[in-house]
């Protein structure tokens, strides 16, 4: 693109288009996995060199944080010096994460741009994709490392076709970063190992620099033994494997559909983009194929029964939207398949790998399907839509209204499930500041079930995390068991009685976890969907008291005295 036309520098047109999307909701609260970040970094505080040496009860019982958190510590390294000029709050951290959001919209940009192809568009798909604004809005390691990766390639490229020794290092330092924020990023080496020598058709001393992050990961791995006596990475690999892969998993099936459906709902732009994706001879005949290919695999999966799912209790939406996703996702697919054949080139091998690569870790090789391990297929996605629509439109001129308008609509959507997912982490606090407004007088303690967010904000106000192993109740305790949460079940009734029940509504048209509309973003067992739209079922939270009661009625009453008489102590 010319200067004339765009007179504003691109990387200031994507930076600011990243930050309106994301500013709204820089005050969410801690959302899922985050606090384990939290927990890490607030230990790197207390001992830098010990980012791990702390205990927390992350699956119901007591555990090093070694084992409860199958990530490298960089991010949390990151989070501490956030907190470290400028606090603790939500915001603040929030804050700091833009930088790497814009890091991977604008290396995006300047990725697709090393390939001649439209990149302003590219950078703006990449800003404008469900699964980046919703990762974005999170402080967990996904859009920090893709951020890293991403720069990772774009400085390979550069330094490896210019024989730039000072971008190679760059690089290779930037691939250790990468691994040392998330492991997944390990697949760098590997990869760009192979683009080289397609590229160079024999060994070179430009491949001595990957000697770089392999010898800095086993520096890693022999500190952290010396430290943990645990192999870090090592564990990480066994563990997705083993839980990804126990009775209660996906099948193969299962996982493939997802991953599909998946793909193309975590990449929703693409369904935007179809009409300009194909000539018009072949256009007809490739949307008539692939939307028969998605509505037969629908069918399969409702006859089928798969995911545990009765689909005909299911909404009409979250049927309607597994549908376009699969839809999406073949498309994608196909399109991945069309660029390398046309154009069989070392630089377009480098990303077919990168896309084939990245989607088999997250459909196959991942513990579970989740829209987070989907994260680093947004720049390669972006850049393949952005080159598909130059070889089949004229999109060197992104701000004409028909090539705007895929982008405005891929925006709303991810904006209406960010919206969505926001709201499910801001309920998880306020209910945390509800109970705990109602019971902080209360002569009992306050045990709790379930964690993620959750969990952050219930000890933030004093309740405890019920270690299920040992557990340690009195009369006249309370149990909170928050119904929409991972690692909870229902208590023992001969010691515990339902009291209350507790509903919050969630004011939003759209679900990132939800039973009721097949939507998991970030765990693939409530159903084949990242997100779906409409209106979801309150948040609900039962809690128990503890104690011997000959019947519920008896214990309603006891635990309402108990609030009534707590709550009059309270009055002056």
């Known amino acids: 693109m ?21 500013a709204p909701f820089l005050g969410k609260a801690f959302h899922i996995d985050d606090p384990m970040y939290l927990w890490t970094a607030q230990q790197i505080h207390k001992s830098p060199a010990d980012f791990y040496g702390l205990v927390v009860n992350w699956f119901g019982y007591l555990d090093t944080m070694y084992l409860a958190n199958q990530n490298p510590p960089l991010s949390s390294y990151f989070i501490a010096l956030i907190a470290l000029l400028f606090g603790w709050s939500e915001t603040a951290i929030h804050m700091g994460f833009l930088l790497p959001a814009i890091a991977v919209s604008t290396g995006t940009y300047a990725l697709a741009k090393y390939y001649s192809s439209p990149s302003l568009l590219a950078g703006l798909l990449a800003a404008v994709s469900p699964v980046f604004l919703v990762s974005a809005s999170n402080i967990m390691t996904d859009i920090f490392m893709v951020a890293l990766y991403t720069w990772a390639v774009y400085f390979w490229l550069k330094g490896s076709n210019e024989n730039n020794w000072k971008y190679l290092f760059f690089s290779a330092m930037l691939m250790l970063l990468a691994a040392l924020s998330k492991y997944f990023a390990i697949s760098l080496i590997p990869l760009l190992f192979t683009y080289t020598l397609i590229k160079k058709r024999h060994f070179c001393r430009q491949l001595l620099f990957f000697l770089i992050p392999v010898f800095g990961l086993l520096l890693y791995q022999l500190y952290t033994q010396a430290l943990y006596d645990f192999s870090l990475i090592t564990d990480a690999t066994s563990y997705a494997f083993q839980i990804g892969h126990n009775e209660s998993a996906l099948s193969f099936a299962e996982r493939t559909i997802s991953g599909i459906s998946y793909l193309g709902g975590c990449l929703f732009a693409v369904f935007f983009f179809t009409p300009y994706f194909w000539k018009r001879k072949s256009a007809v005949l490739f949307s008539g194929f692939l939307l028969i290919l998605a509505a037969l695999t629908t069918f399969f999966a409702i006859q089928m029964q798969l995911f545990n799912t009765d689909w005909q209790s299911q909404p009409v939406i979250s049927i309607a939207l597994f549908l376009i996703f699969l839809f999406s996702g073949f498309q994608l697919m196909l399109m991945m398949i069309k660029t390398v054949l046309e154009k069989p080139d070392a630089e377009v091998w480098l990303l077919f790998f990168w896309f084939w690569g990245t989607l088999g870790f997250a459909v196959y090789m991942n513990w579970t399907i989740s829209a987070r391990t989907f994260a680093p297929l947004v720049p390669v996605t972006a850049i393949f839509i952005a080159m598909q629509l130059q070889r089949t439109n004229d999109f060197n001129y992104p701000f004409s209204f028909n090539r705007l308008l895929p982008l405005i609509l891929s925006g709303v959507i991810s904006l209406v499930v960010l919206h969505g ?10 209910f945390a500041n509800t109970i705990h407004e109602k019971l902080k007088s209360y002569p009992g303690k306050t045990w709790f079930q379930g964690h993620w967010g959750f969990q952050y904000y219930m000890e933030k106000v004093g309740a405890m995390a019920l270690d299920q192993q040992n557990p340690a109740f009195s009369a006249d305790d309370i149990l909170i068991v928050p119904v929409n949460n991972t690692n909870v079940s229902l208590p023992d009734q001969k010691h515990f009685q339902l009291v209350e029940l507790i509903e919050l509504p969630l004011k939003t048209l759209s679900t990132t976890m939800s039973n009721q509309y097949l939507s998991g973003f970030y765990w693939g067992g409530h159903g084949p969907l990242p997100f779906s739209l409409g209106k979801p079922q309150p948040e609900k939270y039962l809690v128990f008291i503890t104690g011997n009661y000959t019947d519920q009625q008896q214990a309603i009453a006891h635990y309402n005295k108990l609030i009534t008489y707590s709550t009059t102590l309270k009055q002056p």
């Open 2 to 22: 010319s200067p004339k036309t765009i007179p504003v520098s691109p990387y200031l047109i994507i930076s600011a288009v990243t930050i309106l999307l994301l």
């Open 421 to 430: 997912d926001t709201t499910l982490a801001n309920t998880q606090r306020a």
